[in-house]
């Protein structure tokens, strides 16, 4: 396997992308319910180290259960995208 490969379908790296440009904070469990993933925590890696994506972690309760959520104020026209999520970095109107 290469190295600019994700490990997780394109379906979950793309939903990951669209929920946290949506403004919503996510977690293994949300990942879980709505997608039937389980590869959240590499995939927010990815997008951070690999794609310079400003993900805030928030760990709650007992467990410290990881919640990410995009940094407030970003511009998503300055952000990269994973081949599997290219269409959300289209600007809306756009062809």
Partial sequence: M????FYSSDSQVF??????????????????????????GAIVHRLRHDY????????????????YSLKAGIDRAALRFPRSASALGKR???Q
Avoid: D, F, M
């Fill in 2 to 5: 290469t190295q600019s490969k």
């Fill in 92 to 94: 809306e109107g756009a």
């Fill in 15 to 40: 939903w990951t992308c669209k929920a946290l440009l949506n403004g919503r904070t996510i977690s293994h469990k949300t990942e879980i319910r709505e997608v039937r993933g389980w590869r959240l």
């Fill in 52 to 67: 310079g994506w400003p993900i805030h972690t928030e760990y709650r309760g007992p467990q410290n259960v990881a919640h």
